[in-house]
């Protein structure tokens, strides 16, 4: 495994990579084949709740920017409301790290609504407010 890491390694790290391939075998990384796919470990898990991170980041980055609100201004608290908020547990963490707030929440139960409170009936400044995760004030 530490073989497989070396050569992922090598392109961003050639001088550190080089020398712990030197370790392990005789020529240096640059010249080993590409780790191919069955090499690396997948978990179908793991990336799905990434996706649904870096789309949950995506979102409130661009509702910082939609307020004017810069990525280097702190915010205090964002909360993420998810069909699956629990998933997104783990990596709350990582979500306030990303987008630059003090600390991000996740409700323990979430319940979309119908009727009369669907976007598509209320007005253009509702709508705004209506947005799944937004961060809650400036500081």
Do not use: F, H
Not at 18 to 30: D, F, K, Q, S, Y
């Amino acid at each position: 495994m530490l073989e497989v890491v070396t050569r992922l390694a090598a392109p961003l790290l050639p001088l550190i990579s080089e020398v712990i391939w030197r370790g392990l075998t005789a020529n240096g990384p640059c010249l080993a084949d590409w780790p191919a796919q069955g090499e690396l470990p997948a978990d179908a898990e793991l990336v799905s709740a990434m996706d649904e991170v870096r789309s949950v980041c995506s979102t409130v980055l661009g509702l910082r920017k939609a307020q004017n609100l810069r990525v280097r201004l702190p915010l205090p608290e964002v909360t993420v409301a998810s069909d699956d908020a629990e998933r997104l547990r783990p990596y709350l963490g990582l979500i306030a790290d990303e987008v630059n707030v003090k600390r991000s929440t996740s409700p323990r139960t979430w319940t979309r609504t119908a009727g009369s409170n669907s976007s598509s009936t209320r007005g253009p400044r509702d709508r705004a407010s209506a947005r799944t995760c937004r961060p809650s004030s400036r500081q």
